[in-house]
């Protein structure tokens, strides 16, 4: 199974903010199958895309900071969402919906947090700023 999404209205990945429907075409079984997938289907609400706009390095690494925080809001729907598929496309959950499961329980858990963490630690020491 290897599912290739497009996003109508040309975005990138997949939006748990917005109205865009998300156009995949799933290789599964030696069959592409096409279909839409919608934010709210796996339990997200609508949100303008501007929650997700920042103007800075330091509010990007604020916003990322809040979704490792699993601060309710736009950014952690996008990334919950996006984990989710990549998790089933990923094949180590049966679906997108259990792979929304499993990401947000990675995040409330703080495995994620501490995940970045341990890369930060390990990225510092690699240049000798540990």
Not at 7 to 29: F, I, N, W, Y
Not at 38 to 60: K, Y
């Amino acid at each position: 199974m290897a599912p290739v999404k497009g996003a109508m209205k040309g975005m990138l990945s997949l939006m748990a903010s917005g109205s865009a429907a998300t156009l995949v075409g799933e290789l599964k079984d030696g069959e592409v199958r096409e279909y839409e997938i919608h934010p709210e289907d796996f339990g997200f609400t609508m949100a303008s895309n501007r929650a997700l706009r920042v103007e800075t390095p330091a509010q990007s690494q604020a916003m990322l900071q809040g979704v490792l925080a699993d601060q309710p809001g736009a950014a952690r729907d996008v990334v919950v969402f996006n984990a989710g598929a990549a998790l089933y496309a990923a094949n180590v959950v049966p679906g997108i919906e259990a792979g929304v499961a499993s990401a947000r329980e990675v995040i409330a858990s703080g495995a994620a947090r501490a995940k970045l963490e341990e890369f930060i630690g390990y990225a510092r020491r690699q240049r000798g700023l540990a």
